[in-house]
């Protein structure tokens, strides 16, 4: 089964970059469509961006255009998320996900499994 480890979070101000990974523990990660997940307490997990395994394609949620990008590493079995100009909103704790097989959606996070641990974004000034 695909493990995920979430990396890369942290403390900063509005305005500031943080870049998150995702490293799989199998290469079976090569051939999967991935995605980044955000959650606040009390709310359901929201889609933030998801790249096709080629690369070739990416989507985002309005909220995070223009200032979000999505990337994988195949020889590395890893994802990355990097934000720039980051926003209060923003704070949140993130996940990586493996999209199923047969899911349909690709933004709805039922539509994901074998998510990671998550790591803690907080953007304050």
């Known amino acids: 089964q695909v493990q995920l480890a979430e990396s890369g979070g942290g403390f900063v101000q509005p305005g500031a970059s943080l870049r998150l990974s995702c490293r799989a523990n199998?290469?079976?990660?090569?051939?999967?469509?991935m995605g980044w997940f955000r959650q606040i307490p009390g709310k359901d997990r929201e889609f933030v961006a998801g790249i096709t395994w080629n690369s070739k394609e990416t989507f985002y949620d309005d909220s995070v255009k223009g200032r979000f990008t999505i990337s994988r590493d195949n020889s590395q079995n890893t994802l990355f998320l990097q934000m720039d100009n980051l926003k209060i909103e923003d704070t949140a704790v993130y996940y990586c996900?493996?999209?199923?097989?047969?899911?349909?959606?690709?933004?709805?996070?039922?539509?994901?499994?074998?998510w990671g641990q998550g790591t803690q974004v907080t953007v304050s000034s």
């Open positions: 996900a493996r999209r199923k097989d047969s899911a349909f959606s690709r933004t709805h996070y039922t539509a994901y499994e074998n």
């Open positions: 199998q290469r079976t990660f090569s051939i999967d469509f």
